[in-house]
């Protein structure tokens, strides 16, 4: 190779360089112009043609630079699906941390211990007509701050799937949008002068629609792009399916449906967020929460059956035997109507014998549900959404991270040398890998003040 | 000396390492804070620089913890011999006087190392999703150069699969 020819490759690769740096500042500049259109400097193969010799290089920097756009892009619209899936349980798990209310004179552990102080209150004088009273009523209340939170979480539940049905439409509405760029894109590939802005529009319509949902996704060579959801092809050319949507409220299922018939899996996304927490997490939270009233009419009911009230020596239960849901807990008709019948004594005619109300108030300590009593069994549960939340809201930061990296990554532009490109590429590995032996080793430390304190 | 007073001095010198390790903490977070954004940013100077710095700190930390825990062991061993549980906590429950500085000091302390903590684990899960992507696009470069992997262009002729920033004269 002569002299001339490789000061030539450096001459122009400096001058790529300085091209590259001008596109740069023109993309910072406008990048918030609406519809501004992000550019690439090409730098593509040089060729020279010398007495029927050809001098060229092989694979251009140009081509590992759309790898990385390639990868970085497929990468990008992964994160939006998670940080969608994410975003959308923490808000739902925020809206039922609410539900529950623990803690302040309004939450079901304070009505449940009021309930049971009441109880201990008339252990000390059963036959004080006004504590009778009191114990009516603050058994009303308990039962009405069970219904409230079972309706407060049943409301929730039906706003997600109200907002699952909406996302279905959203989904439908994106996949149109990018059938109609599939055909726009086609055409100008038709005619050798690629549509950029519509492709660029076209990648935003991506990263929307994997928020929604986990979309897969692919390229084909004249720029269209086919989707996949649920490893189903949503989405050919300019043919969109349409995807229905089909609730069953009572056995809490949402199901998503092809115009073929067939179903297919969210996975992902904030749609596939609303789905698990309709079927999975809402209800899981109103069993748990229907255990604890089952538990409390049937462990209260079985004492003071085994009771007297004041009056006579028929023995009857504290709450209605058939009603052991939260959403259908109450009082014994007799014993809401007539306090005298409530059975503080354990022998009939014994106004002063105060044996179940003693017994009925231990129940308040004793672990009688899932090893635990029941005032820990609620607050266990109240506790669920805020922890679940801390969680998610962890894993949005990460997540959020991890995005902003990729999106810095597809900014930075590329230089003009291959090896220069795969050598940063090293040493920024061997930095993540001495900064993570750093951050390890130094785990440790964090435990052992922690336990000192 | 008087004994009431060699203890009121050492749980004097204690609150000063507290307010020490808090600083020190408080950097530290600062730190890998830091370490976050040269990471988004790819900004491989800065973040070998911030790498140096965080070993210097966890050194400094660690000589600190150890200062700390020896005064806990002598306070516990000079007012409360026969005690097993060497906490600042249980310290605080057994203390005739008043210790309402101390309290406050561990309830800062407690909580700058629990924000460090969720700093660093955030730090670590960017680092290893950015070590995983960037060992999936060296692989993918790598194999754009491999001869099995064919390429063609859009009028059928098979490409060229070499990957090399050099000129080469074929004809040679």
């Given at each position: 190779m002569s002299m001339s020819n490789i000061f030539e490759i450096a001459r122009s690769g400096l001058l790529a360089a300085q091209k590259a740096t001008a596109v740069t500042s023109q993309n910072i500049s406008n990048a918030n112009t609406p519809g501004f259109t992000r550019q690439r400097p090409k730098l593509s193969t040089n060729v020279l043609r010398s007495g029927g010799e050809v001098l060229g290089q092989g694979v251009s920097i140009d081509l590992v630079q759309r790898l990385r756009d390639n990868l970085a892009d497929k990468q990008i619209v992964k994160k939006e699906t998670e940080l969608g899936d994410l975003n959308e349980k923490a808000r739902v798990f925020d809206q039922l941390e609410t539900a529950f209310i623990?803690?302040?004179?309004?939450g079901l552990d304070v009505a449940v211990s009021d309930f049971f102080n009441a109880f201990s209150d008339l252990s000390n004088?059963?036959?004080?007509a006004n504590l009778r009273n009191i114990l009516v009523s603050k058994s009303q209340s308990m039962i009405d701050t069970f219904r409230n939170v079972d309706q407060q979480i049943e409301t929730i539940g039906q706003q997600t799937l109200t907002k699952a049905t909406n996302t279905v439409g959203k989904v439908n509405s994106i996949l149109k949008e990018l059938a109609s760029l599939n055909k726009n894109i086609a055409a100008a590939e038709g005619t050798k002068q690629p549509n950029q802005h519509s492709k660029d529009l076209q990648m935003e319509k991506l990263k929307e629609l994997s928020e929604l949902i986990d979309t897969d996704f692919t390229t084909t060579t004249d720029g269209t792009v086919e989707v996949r959801l649920g490893n189903m092809v949503v989405l050919a050319g300019q043919e969109a399916s349409e995807i229905k949507s089909e609730a069953d409220a009572a056995n809490s299922i949402i199901r998503l449906r092809l115009d073929n018939g067939k179903l297919l899996q969210a996975g992902g996304g904030s749609l596939g967020a609303d789905i698990e927490m309709f079927e999975q997490e809402i209800p899981g939270l109103l069993n748990s929460l229907d255990e604890v009233a089952k538990g409390l009419v049937e462990e209260v009911n079985t004492v003071h059956t085994s009771g007297f009230g004041l009056n006579d020596a028929v023995q009857r239960s504290f709450f209605n035997p058939a009603q052991t849901t939260a959403d259908s807990i109450e009082l014994n008709e007799q014993i809401a109507n007539?306090?005298?019948?409530?059975?503080?004594?354990?022998?009939?005619?014994?106004?002063?014998?105060n044996a179940i109300a003693i017994a009925i108030t231990q129940l308040r300590d004793e672990n009688v549900l899932n090893g635990q009593s029941f005032i820990n069994n609620i607050i266990q549960l109240s506790a669920k959404p805020g922890t679940e939340l801390t969680g998610l809201q962890r894993s949005v930061e990460t997540k959020e991270s991890a995005k902003q990296l990729l999106v810095k990554q597809q900014e930075n532009v590329a230089g003009v040398n291959i090896d220069e490109e795969l050598t940063n590429m090293i040493k920024f590995q061997n930095s993540y890998q001495a900064s993570a032996r750093v951050l390890n080793n130094a785990q440790q430390m964090y435990d052992t003040l922690l336990g000192i304190l | 000396m008087d004994e009431s007073l060699r203890s009121r001095n050492k749980i004097n010198q204690l609150s000063m390492n507290m307010e020490h390790l808090i600083e020190e903490y408080e950097e530290a977070h600062q730190l890998l804070s830091d370490q976050i954004e040269a990471v988004i940013y790819n900004d491989l100077t800065r973040l070998n620089k911030l790498i140096e710095q965080q070993l210097t700190k966890y050194d400094n930390l660690e000589g600190l913890e150890n200062d700390f825990k020896q005064k806990i062991e002598s306070i516990f061993d000079d007012l409360f011999p026969g005690e097993t549980t060497h906490t600042i906590t249980h310290m605080l429950k057994k203390l005739d006087q008043p210790a309402d500085k101390l309290e406050i000091l561990r309830e800062r302390l407690h909580k700058q190392v629990m924000m460090t903590q969720k700093m660093r684990r955030q730090l670590v899960d960017l680092l290893e999703f950015a070590r995983e992507h960037n060992k999936e696009t060296l692989l993918s470069i790598y194999n754009?150069?491999?001869?099995?992997?064919e390429r063609y262009t859009n009028t059928g002729k098979r490409k060229s699969a070499e990957l090399t920033s050099v000129s080469i004269n074929k004809k040679a």
């Open positions: 623990s803690g302040s004179e309004f004088n059963p036959q004080d007539q306090p005298a019948h409530i059975a503080a004594s354990s022998a009939a005619g014994e106004s002063g014998n | 754009l150069g491999q001869k099995d992997s």
